[in-house]
C-alpha cells in the first residue's frame, strides 16, 4: 500500500491567494484527519470525516479554511485568502473507525508571503 | 491546564543510554498513543495502548491508568532514534489531542 499520498508536498503563495491542498487516504480506511502543525501550537486536529461526512470542525481556525471529502478516496483543505500565520505544515491522516491508529501522510509544508 | 503533559521537553543522551519519555494527563482517554516525527517531518505511529505495556524492539510504552500517566522507554538507544516523541490521548470519538513533544537527540 502506498499509504496516505498528500500534494503538493510544498506550497509558497502570496497572502490573499486560494490555498487547495490534497489528500489520498489508505484504501479501505473510513476515517480521515486533518491537522496542522506549527512551531507555536504544536499539532492541533483541524476537522475530521467518518465514512466521508464532516463529524467535527471545530478545530477549523474561521471561515476562510474549508474541507471537503467528495468520495472516500479524497479529500481537499482550502483556505481562501490565504494569510500568513497560515503557514504551517499541515497532515492528513487516516484510520479505520473503531482502530484508533492513524496513518500520517508525509504533510505539506505551506508557506503565505 | 493543558490536557496532556510531556516531560522532558529537550533530551539528550549518550548511544546505548536507556531513554525515558513521560505523559501525564487529566482527562479521561479510551487509548493513549506515542507517535514519533522524524527530522524530515513524516509521523508514525508508535504504540496505541489502554492498559499495561507494549513492547515492539527496543521500544516499550506503559500506561497506569489510575495516575493518568504513560511513558515511552527506549533501551540501548541509538543516533537513529533521533526524533520528536508525542503523547496523543483519544477519547470516545477518534480525536487526539496532541502534546508539545519531546525533542530526543542521541549523540554517537
Known amino acids: 500500500d502506498a499509504g496516505v499520498i498528500q500534494s503538493p508536498r510544498h506550497e509558497v503563495t502570496e497572502m490573499g491567494q486560494e490555498v487547495t491542498l490534497r489528500c489520498k487516504p489508505i484504501?479501505?480506511?473510513?476515517?480521515l484527519f486533518w491537522y496542522r502543525q506549527t512551531m507555536m501550537r504544536g499539532l492541533e486536529l483541524l476537522i475530521y470525516f467518518n465514512n466521508n461526512v464532516p463529524i467535527d470542525d471545530s478545530g477549523m481556525p474561521e471561515d476562510r479554511f474549508s474541507a471537503k471529502m467528495p468520495n472516500a478516496s479524497f479529500s481537499t483543505l482550502k483556505i481562501q485568502p490565504s494569510e500568513p500565520r497560515d503557514s504551517a505544515v499541515y497532515f492528513c491522516a487516516s484510520s479505520q473507525v473503531g482502530t484508533d491508529t492513524q496513518y500520517f501522510g508525509p504533510g505539506t509544508r505551506l508557506t503565505v508571503l | 491546564k493543558n490536557e496532556v503533559e510531556q516531560s522532558p521537553q529537550n533530551l539528550t543522551a549518550q548511544e546505548g543510554e536507556f531513554i525515558t519519555i513521560n505523559c501525564s494527563y487529566s482527562?479521561?482517554?479510551?487509548?493513549l498513543h506515542w507517535l514519533q516525527q522524524h527530522p524530515g517531518g513524516g509521523i508514525v505511529s508508535l504504540f496505541m495502548l489502554s492498559s499495561g505495556k507494549k513492547k515492539h524492539g527496543r521500544l516499550i510504552a506503559t500506561i497506569n491508568i489510575q495516575e493518568k500517566h504513560s511513558s515511552l522507554h527506549i533501551t540501548a538507544s541509538h543516533p537513529r532514534d533521533s526524533a520528536v516523541y508525542i503523547c496523543?490521548?483519544?477519547?470516545?470519538?477518534?480525536?487526539?489531542?496532541f502534546g508539545t513533544g519531546t525533542l530526543l537527540a542521541v549523540q554517537p
Open positions: 484504501s479501505g480506511h473510513n476515517s
Open positions: 482527562v479521561g482517554i479510551s487509548a
Open positions: 496523543a490521548l483519544g477519547g470516545a470519538t477518534n480525536k487526539l489531542i
